[in-house]
Nanobody, 129 residues
């Protein structure tokens, strides 16, 4: 089983930046997709950005393209989400998720599967206007 631990959330003013980190531990896979999801109260979960550990292929939701950047450090089993030009509508709980069988687009669009997927506990991001 894979454990995912997020960090880096907090309160930031609109227009500001924040970087989230997600460290994977436990059972590791040689290949997987990992990414970030968010959910605000009363809204559906959204796959924000996902990346392939194999070749760095990325997928971004339209709502964050040009503002968020996902990257990974495979040696540290850590993935980052650099968020810039933050807006109040980016306020949400942000979760890290991984799936050993999915490519980034599928992971972000469908979420991790029950057999090879894992979720982190989440970290809160609040953007004030």
């Amino acid at each position: 089983q894979v454990q995912l631990l997020e960090s880096g959330g907090g309160l930031v003013q609109a227009g500001g930046s924040l970087r989230l980190s997600c460290a994977a531990s436990g059972q590791t896979f040689s290949t997987y997709a990992i990414g970030w999801f968010r959910q605000a109260p009363g809204k559906e979960r959204e796959g924000v950005a996902c990346i392939s550990r194999d070749d760095g292929t990325t997928y971004y939701a339209d709502s964050v393209k040009g503002r968020f950047t996902i990257s990974s450090d495979n040696a540290k089993n850590t993935v980052y989400l650099q968020m810039s030009s933050l807006k109040p509508e980016d306020t949400a709980a942000y979760y890290c998720a991984l799936d050993a069988r999915y490519w980034p687009r599928r992971l972000c669009r469908a979420g991790p599967g029950p057999e090879f997927g894992s979720w982190g506990q989440g970290t809160q991001v609040t953007v004030s206007s």
